[in-house]
Each structure stands twice: as structure tokens, then as C-alpha cells.
């Protein structure tokens, strides 16, 4: 097949240093497609599985450079602002094969305005809305809609750009901080208002090389930072795949009226896409609406997939960047899996940083489990947390409460005071 031509492997470069970052590490490292995988920056964990390169992902032009110096073979990009900065149109005048999509392809999660009038222009389900850059009108919209009612930054805010305002109030309070200027300034220059969507959420993920699409699998995240929901939002705590609402039914009717209509319209917009589509969807008396787009995998959905995947990954990726994604098909195991997220004490509002973490190695060793870092950095021989995200601690099992309970075990062992975790991830599965 096409990567016969490849069978002595690639030098591959994987731009991240998340727990996203380390989970497609691990795996792309197992293949045998490649012979060197590096990762910009990367986190000790991933130092484990790849040699890490202090580069950080916003640095496009260095990025770019030691791709070419390293006559690197493959890249593949984790985190979504050095996609909607434009690093893959980079890499691609370079002719290094390169999986993620163009920062024109990128708006699909750079510019919710843009993702929403692709959904009403090619009558994808979405929520009703309407986009604003002034006051006035945005208040009077806030008005006829009523509330509960969602108000957005139009472009990336580190996932805080979204308000869902229980009263009109709020809502017009959210408007003014933004369009004022205040909170996220120029994401927030224009914003999209929209409808409230009351059901169950659910991660769903297909990759894309412009032309086919190859939908991987699902997951649900738990948004919230403290159990039954509670607390404020943060960027995931704990996730587990499959996600018990995803019935082959459902995923059909996601692929038929949701996914193949954006490959349609972005080819018909110019910007054909190639890379991961993470839907966000929200599942409203049984029928799935996309709440959003994001152009990258889910952190912690990811780590959930990867523990899933029987297939070589890399293959994939490259088959996606290279136009070949009609030639595989990726088979996942039929044992579900889970992550719990540790973070610090405090997120994701200010925490303490450099704070020990000890006993990972005991913990890694839990059967079926596996120990993803995020936020974690190498002081004098001592693994500390540097980031609000610090591990993700999965497992999988033959249901999901073995899954649970084996990340569970392994994450008991860890010593770390100044860390918590939700307890009750899965709990809708359960
Ligand atoms: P987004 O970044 O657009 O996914 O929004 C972040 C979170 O806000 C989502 O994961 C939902 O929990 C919530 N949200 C966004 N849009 C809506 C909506 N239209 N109705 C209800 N909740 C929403
Ligand atoms: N876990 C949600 C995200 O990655 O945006």
C-alpha cells in the first residue's frame, strides 16, 4: 500500500505539550511507520516517548524552520491557535505532508460567527442565533429571545469566550464586556448570540482529508470543575468513550446531516478541510444539534480515544494529510475507557505552581491504566505541577465502572496534596 514507501519509517514532529499531546504521542510512538518522533515543547511525560523540543506552539516560524532543518516527514499539530495562526498553510508551502487544517479551514473553530453561518448557509442543526458588533441591536435581540440564552467571543478566548446567561441581564452584561472590549479583547469584538440548547453533550470526532471522511469515535467530557456538575467551567475534568448516548443511529444521522454537509460546504467555501473535526454536539430529545467546532482533538476526550485505538495511528494521520484517507479504517477496542483530570487546587481560577508530585511510577503500574501529563515540569529531579491541568489518570476496563474503578486505584496512589480531582466522572454512564 502507499506507505510502503515509508516502511523504514518517518521523522515525524507532533506540536503540543498537553495531555492531548501526550496521549498522540504514545501512540504515534508505538508505530512503526515512525523512526523519530519529536514533540515541540512537550512535558516530561512525553519525554519518556519522544525527545521533546524547546519550541513553543505559538512559534510559528521556528516551528516551520526546524521542520525543514530536520527534513521532518510528517507533522502533526495538537492544540488549535497555531492552526488558526496559519502554521499547516506554512508547512504546506514547505511540501511537508502536515495534519491539521489551513487557517482558513481553522475559522471553523477560530471564528464561531463563521461556524454558524456555515451551518445556516448549508442548513446544518445548530442553535438559532445572530451575530453583533454593536450594543444596541445585541440587547434588543437579547430582548426578543429571552433568557436562559448563550452569548459568545467571536474568536478563541482559551475556551471562557462562552456566557450562558440565566437572565436577560446577564446576558446584556456579558454583550457589553465584550463588545466593549473588556474581556477578551479582539476576540471579543464581535460576538454571536444565540438560543439555549437544553439536553446532554457529547464529543464526536472524524478526520478529514478534504475530501473523505473517516469518523473515529465519541466521547463525553465533564465540563464542570467539582462533582455532580458543580462549579465553574473549566476545560475538561474527566472524560470516558464511547458516550453512552452514541447509538450507531445516532452517529449515522451526525454523519449524514452534520459532518458530510461541513465537507461539502468547506469545499464549496474555498478552504477544503483536512485534520480532526471535534464536534461539540448537544443532544436535545434525542436529536443532535452542533453546539460547535473544534479543529483539533478534545483534551481529555483524546486521552480516551487513544487508550480505544487498535490501529496504527500515524497511518491515519498521514493517510488524512496525504489525501489517502479512503485506504484505512481504523478498529477500536470494544472496552471502554475513561480519564480523570488532576488539576491544582484552584483552577481553573489562580493556583500554587511547583508544588511535588510523587508516586507516579507506583501509579502507572495499575493494571489497565495509564498516566497522560499535561501541565508537569522537571525540577531538580522531582516531577512538579506547572500548569492548572496537570495529569490525566485512565484506564480502561471491560465496562466502564472497571475503567473507573482502575483509574480510580492508580490515581490513589499518586502523592500530590496540592492536586484534586472530580470523583465521579462517568456518572451518566453509570
Ligand atoms: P462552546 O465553546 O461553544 O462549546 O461552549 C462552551 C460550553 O457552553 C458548551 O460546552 C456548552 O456546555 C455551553 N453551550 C454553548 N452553547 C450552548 C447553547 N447554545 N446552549 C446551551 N449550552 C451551550
Ligand atoms: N474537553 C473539551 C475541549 O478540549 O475543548
Redesign the pocket.
Known amino acids: 500500500m502507499f506507505l510502503g514507501l515509508y516502511n523504514k519509517g518517518m521523522k515525524i514532529l507532533l506540536v503540543g505539550s498537553g495531555g492531548r499531546e501526550h496521549a498522540l504521542a504514545w501512540k504515534m510512538a508505538q508505530s512503526p511507520l515512525c523512526s523519530k518522533l519529536y514533540v515541540a515543547p512537550g512535558n516530561p511525560g512525553i519525554a519518556q516517548v519522544a525527545e521533546c523540543v524547546a519550541i513553543g506552539v505559538e512559534e510559528i516560524d521556528r516551528l516551520a524552520q526546524f521542520a525543514v532543518s530536520e527534513k521532518i516527514e510528517f507533522v502533526v499539530v495538537g492544540p488549535e491557535a497555531p492552526l488558526v495562526a496559519g502554521l499547516a498553510d506554512r508547512l504546506r508551502e514547505q511540501n511537508i505532508p502536515v495534519f491539521g487544517p489551513s487557517a482558513k479551514a481553522a475559522q471553523l473553530e477560530g471564528s ?1 460567527g463563521f461556524m454558524k453561518d456555515i451551518c445556516r448557509k448549508y442548513n446544518i442543526p445548530t ?1 438559532a442565533y445572530e451575530r453583533f458588533s454593536e450594543i444596541a441591536p445585541a440587547h434588543t435581540f437579547i430582548d426578543k429571545l429571552g433568557a436562559p440564552i ?1 452569548v ?1 467571543a467571536d474568536g478563541l478566548a482559551a ?1 471562557k469566550g ?1 456566557v ?1 446567561a440565566e437572565t436577560v441581564e446577564q446576558a446584556k452584561d456579558a454583550v457589553s464586556d465584550m463588545l466593549s472590549g473588556n474581556a477578551f479583547g479582539d476576540a471579543g469584538a464581535s460576538i454571536v448570540i ?4 437544553d439536553g446532554e ?1 457529547i464529543s464526536y470526532f472524524a478526520i478529514c482529508d478534504g475530501e473523505n471522511l473517516l469518523t473515529l469515535s465519541s466521547a463525553q467530557d465533564h ?1 464542570r470543575a467539582f462533582d455532580g456538575d458543580k462549579g465553574p ?1 473549566t476545560g475538561g475534568m474527566g472524560a470516558y468513550s464511547p458516550a453512552r448516548l452514541m447509538t450507531p443511529a445516532m452517529e449515522a444521522e451526525v454523519l449524514e446531516k452534520i459532518l458530510k454537509p461541513t465537507v461539502s460546504a468547506m469545499k464549496s467555501e474555498g478552504c477544503p478541510f483536512t485534520g480532526v473535526f471535534f464536534a ?1 454536539l ?1 443532544v436535545v430529545n434525542g436529536v443532535p444539534k452542533l ?2 467546532y473544534n479543529v483539533r482533538f478534545g483534551d481529555p476526550e483524546c486521552q480516551t480515544l487513544m487508550l480505544r485505538l487498535k490501529s496504527d495511528l500515524v497511518e491515519m494521520l498521514f493517510a488524512a494529510a496525504t489525501g489517502k484517507l479512503d485506504t484505512v479504517k481504523p478498529e477500536w477496542s470494544t472496552n471502554p475507557s475513561l480519564c480523570v483530570v488532576m488539576a491544582a487546587k484552584g483552577y481553573p481560577g489562580s493556583y500554587q505552581k511547583n508544588t511535588s508530585i510523587r508516586n507516579l511510577d507506583a501509579a502507572g503500574k495499575v493494571s489497565n491504566a495509564q498516566i497522560f501529563h499535561a501541565g508537569t515540569a522537571l525540577k531538580n529531579g522531582e516531577i512538579v505541577a506547572v500548569g492548572g491541568r496537570v495529569l490525566g489518570v485512565s484506564a480502561t476496563g471491560e465496562t466502564v465502572a472497571a475503567a473507573r474503578e482502575a483509574a480510580y486505584k492508580a490515581l490513589g496512589l499518586i502523592d500530590w496534596p496540592e492536586g484534586f480531582c472530580r470523583r465521579d466522572i462517568a456518572w451518566r454512564a453509570l
Open positions: 464561531k442553535a448563550v459568545k475556551g462562552v450562558v444565540e438560543e439555549f440548547l453533550e465540563k467551567n461539540g448537544m453546539l460547535e
